[in-house]
Each structure stands twice: as structure tokens, then as C-alpha cells.
């Protein structure tokens, strides 16, 4: 009952966003007509709006179609999944008032408005909506996550770190171990073994992850028909962390029950390598006016600050290897390499630091007053645009390394420099400077092998946040 509520408000939330968006292409189509037409006066009509009583249901139809009221996803890739409705929505429309009468009442502008502004207002308030019934405890729906181990409690901290998903743990199930599992301080029980399964029916249980990456194929496999028997939604967690799945692709061998997992590499194609240099292009060109001001008042401020020059130039690997010159704000003193060398010989603790991090977090004695916070913001990084309009770098990418880290980058080298490095990255938005070396060098193979250019847009749009809330920045 209660998930077919959920259902139903949702339908209702993203009915009110539909009728909010064709308002608002309503009222932005007469602002233009007025601009362009003159002396026309447009009066509102709630009969112009109920005149369209049916393009709702076209829109809710290609939302349940990409699953939008039966699949739970993070918020960034279910608004992935309402570019797709919304614009088969559209063309369906299109298609339609193209054969018919309608199209007298309704322009292909406010119909390109009404698809545009769609977008926004079914993702904003599906967010709002979900927010507030998370909050009352409708969206909530329970989970158990079967295997208590390094792989359950890595599900767990995924579950809790992301509300939008709305599972809510109700405990563990493992055969060895008893008592509670501590997850980001959260004291989660581990409310019996395995074969405890066959009770959670009863307790209304929706979903259930197996997570036990040790079993062999046959005991996954009974494990899992056996849990499906009892809970309807069944998630495996396979023991292939680290490889890129995100662009793969499912075969069936009918014959041998079996699955084949096509690996694709997109960053091997060159029209994708072409399709991300032209949107960092555009999209750079698009910035540039306004980031060109903000350079030159921070310009301004290092002059002001310290001795030396306003840019920092400094030689990195870039795609295949290639030596670059990467350009950034100067934030250290011009004998910072000289302070550097005092500090760690009457530092021990800051030489372990600098071993493990390759940085200074705690206290860096080279960096100057204007160069604290423009390390804190990442703004010291704002010269890099010059970089990518030349060639060498890319808005999103794998960290820019150093040469002499090259040779400790290990197997992950071959991946990383298959792309331009980036501005920022996965690395950036994923715990920055809080991240070991190795850390990072996982994160970076990682992006290189499941790149999409939407994922370059939710990195970029996820930087703006992590920049303001000054995340992991040292």
C-alpha cells in the first residue's frame, strides 16, 4: 500500500511540474511575442491550459517508461533519466500537433520552452517533493543488506551518504558475527543469520543486497534465488569494484545461463575525444568574460600580497605523457622550495604527512596570505582555462601529475594518460586533498574508464558545491 502511495504522489508532483513548465513557457513565449509583435495585448486563459489536458499523460507515460516511478536513483542520474522522458516526450508531442489541428494553438517555440523548462521543474521538485516525504517517512522504504563485512559496510555508507535514494537499513544479516556494525558512527544491528530471510516477509522488507563477494557461483546464485522468494527488489554486489561498468553493455548466452559484461572504454573512441574537446571548448568561450574579470582582481591581490609573479608555471604530464606547461595562481613565496626543506628537517610528523599525501595539510608554511584562500577555494586553478582553450588540458579529467610522480603512478599510468588532465575531476569532488595518493590514482582510472559526457557535466556542477562549502581543500 505504501508503495503504491509513493507512486501516486509522485505522478502528482510531476503533473504539478508539467503545468508549472507550461506556464512558464506560457508566460516566456508572450514576453517574446511582445518583444517582436508590437501593440498586442495576451490575455490568460485557463482554457488554453485545459486545452492540453492530454500532453500530461504523454509525459508520464516516457517517465514511467525510463522507470522513474519503479527504480530508485541517486538525483544525478535521475535527472539523466528525465532529459530522456522529457525529450522523447517532446518529439512525441511534436510528431502529434504536426498531424493535427492543435498546432494553431500551441507554437513549436512554446513547445521547445515547455520542453526546456520541463527539466527543471520536474527535477527541482521531484527533489523538493522527495525531501518532504523522506521527512514523513513515505519515500522511506526498508532494506537489509545481507554480509556484514568490508563490502556490506561500504553498501551501508553508500545507502546512508545518499537520503534521495530513501532506503532506510533496517540491519544486517551474516552468519559470523552478531551484535552491531558501525557505519559513519551509525550503530546498525546485525539482525540474525542468512537463513533469517525467510522472516523478513513478514516485517514488509522491500529491498535486500547481497553482498558477500566471497560466495562461489553456485551458493550466489541459491542465495540469491532464495532471498527473491521472500523480498521483491534483490541487489548483488559482484566482486568487481574498480572495473568500468558504467558504459557496459549485457549479453545473454541462453543456452549456458550465462551473462557476458561488454567492457567499453568510451574515451577510446575519437569521436567521443571529440565530443568532450568541443564541449570544453564551448563551454570555456562561454565563461571566459567573466572569468578573464575575476583573474585580473586576483592578479591584483597576489601583487599586492608578496614579491613574484602573479602566475605559477609548472611542468605536467599530460594525455600520452606529453610535458606541459600548466598555468595557476601563484600561492607560495618564490623561495618556498628553500622553507619547504627547514620545515620537514625540524618536522617529523610533517615528513610522514608529505610522504603519504605528497602535500602539507595541516599547517604549509610556503603558502602566502592570498594563496591560503585561493587554495581553500581552488581558485589558484582558475588560470587553467588558458590551458584547456590551448589544447593541453580539459574541464574535467584526471588530476595533472607531476613528472617526478610518474613513476610512482604504477599500472594506473596507462589509463590516466589516455585523456587531457583536468581542471577538475572525480578526484576533486570525491574528497580532494583528504584522499591518499593511491587514492586518487584509483578515482582518476576510474573516470578515464567510465566517462560520459553527462558525468563530466555532474562532476563540473558538483565542483561549484564543493568549491563554496570548501570541501577537503587545504
Known sequence: MKRFLRIFLLLL?????????????????????????KNVIFLFSFEYFLSFWWMPIVFVFFLW?????????????????????????????????????ISLE??????????????????ILRYIGKKVLNRLGIWKSPI??????????????????????????KG??????????????IKIPIIGKVEKIKELKEENIEAAVVSIPSLGNEELAHLVNTTHRYIKQVFVVPDLKGIGLLNSELYH??????????????????????IKQTFDILLSLIMLPILLFVISIFAILIKIDSEGPVFFVQERLGKNGKIFKCIKFRTMYVNNQ???????????????EWQTFKKLKKYDPRVTRVGKFLRKTSLDELPQIFNVLKGDMSLVGP????????????????????????????????GRNELSFEERLKLDTWYVLNWSLWFDIVIILKTIRVVFKKEGAY
Not at 106 to 123: D, E, G, K, Q, V
Not at 175 to 184: I, L, N, R, Y
Not at 409 to 429: A, C, E, H, N, S
Open 13 to 37: 508532483i510531476d503533473v504539478l511540474a508539467f503545468y508549472t513548465a507550461l506556464f512558464l513557457a506560457y508566460i516566456t513565449r508572450k514576453i517574446l511575442g511582445k518583444i517582436f509583435i
Open 65 to 101: 517508461y525510463q522507470k522513474l516511478y519503479t527504480r530508485r536513483y541517486t538525483f544525478w542520474y535521475e535527472v539523466e533519466e528525465i532529459i530522456k522522458a522529457v525529450f522523447l516526450s517532446g518529439v512525441f508531442v511534436f510528431a502529434l500537433l504536426s498531424l493535427s489541428k
Open 106 to 123: 500551441m507554437s513549436r517555440l512554446a513547445l521547445i520552452l515547455l520542453c526546456l523548462y520541463a527539466i527543471f521543474t520536474i527535477s
Open 144 to 169: 537489509v543488506i545481507i554480509g556484514a563485512g568490508s563490502s556490506g559496510k561500504s553498501v551501508a555508507k553508500g545507502i546512508i551518504d545518499d537520503w534521495y535514494l530513501g532506503y532506510e537499513i
Open 172 to 185: 544486517f544479516l551474516d552468519d559470523f558475527k552478531s551484535g552491531f556494525v558501525e557505519v559513519k558512527s
Open 253 to 274: 548466452i541462453f543456452t549456458e545461463q550465462l551473462f557476458l559484461i561488454k567492457i567499453t572504454n568510451n574515451l577510446d573512441s575519437k569521436l567521443n575525444q571529440t
Open 338 to 352: 628553500e622553507i619547504l626543506k627547514n620545515f620537514l628537517k625540524e618536522n617529523q610528523d610533517a615528513q610522514l
Open 399 to 430: 588530476r595533472p601529475y607531476l613528472p617526478s610522480e610518474e613513476k610512482d603512478m604504477g599500472d594506473y599510468k596507462d589509463y590516466i594518460l589516455l585523456t587531457k588532465p583536468g581542471i577538475t575531476g572525480l578526484w576533486q569532488v570525491s
